[in-house]
């Protein structure tokens, strides 16, 4: 198993340009999330899905959209990159079940926006 | 305001001693408290889980105690190795299955 895998490793984009962060897990989880991990300002939540189909808002959503493409995949879009978007974003999984929410990280996408 | 903040940035010590890392809330009523270790440049990777009726749980030399009356959380390793040195990042889950809450995190460096 892989468990949870991300594209790109890297990225730098011009302010303004647009770019789609992927992510897919093979665990069959129910959950995924992104999030966004800054110096001093630890792993703050950027959106989730709690089951394909759904998705909601965590505490950064501005600037970000989502799709949940399928239960396996999960992917942050930013439509207008600025930056202060400059940062490391993380995918997770989880499913509920004898380890209630745990959760599976991707290794991370390093983005910097000029 | 919630808040939730891990008490240092850094700690520091020898090979051998037991490390303890300290995790504080307000305001929230946590179901679950999760620890989680992160090495640089890497994801974080899921230790201990503790649920809120359960006053402390061991794995090897890792031992994490919850007190919902204090609202604190104490994360020990104990015979610390160089091998430890990491993040440490506490993480609160108010309701299984959602999204987690997590602090700042702690740097662990244990030195030979």
């Known amino acids: 198993n892989a468990g949870v895998t991300q594209t790109p490793k890297f990225q730098v984009l011009k302010t303004g340009q647009s770019m789609t962060l992927q992510c897919a897990q093979d665990m069959n989880h129910n959950s995924m999330y992104w999030y966004r991990q800054d110096p001093g300002m630890g792993l703050r939540l950027i959106y989730y899905?709690?089951?394909?189909?759904?998705?909601d808002k965590g505490e950064v959503p501005n600037g970000y959209n989502v799709s949940r493409l399928n239960k396996r995949e999960f992917s942050l879009r930013l439509e207008s990159a600025a930056p202060s978007q400059t940062s490391v974003y993380f995918c997770a999984s989880s499913e509920v079940g004898d380890l209630v929410g745990t959760q599976y990280f991707g290794p991370g996408t390093r983005l910097t926006v000029l | 305001s919630q808040k939730i903040e891990q008490n240092s940035e850094a700690l520091n010590i020898q090979e051998g001693k037991t490390a303890t890392l300290t995790c504080n809330y307000t305001n929230y009523s946590p179901a679950y408290l999760q620890w989680y270790r992160q090495d640089p440049g890497r994801g974080p990777v899921f230790l201990l889980l503790i649920r809120e009726n359960e006053k402390e749980k061991r794995k090897e030399r890792l031992k994490v105690t919850f007190d919902t009356t204090l609202k604190q959380s104490l994360f020990h390793i104990t015979a610390s190795q160089p091998a430890d040195s990491a993040t440490y990042l506490c993480a609160l889950d108010l309701q299984a299955g959602t999204a987690l809450i997590f602090g700042k995190g702690t740097t662990l460096s244990v030195s030979s």
């Open positions: 899905s709690a089951s394909e189909g759904t998705t």
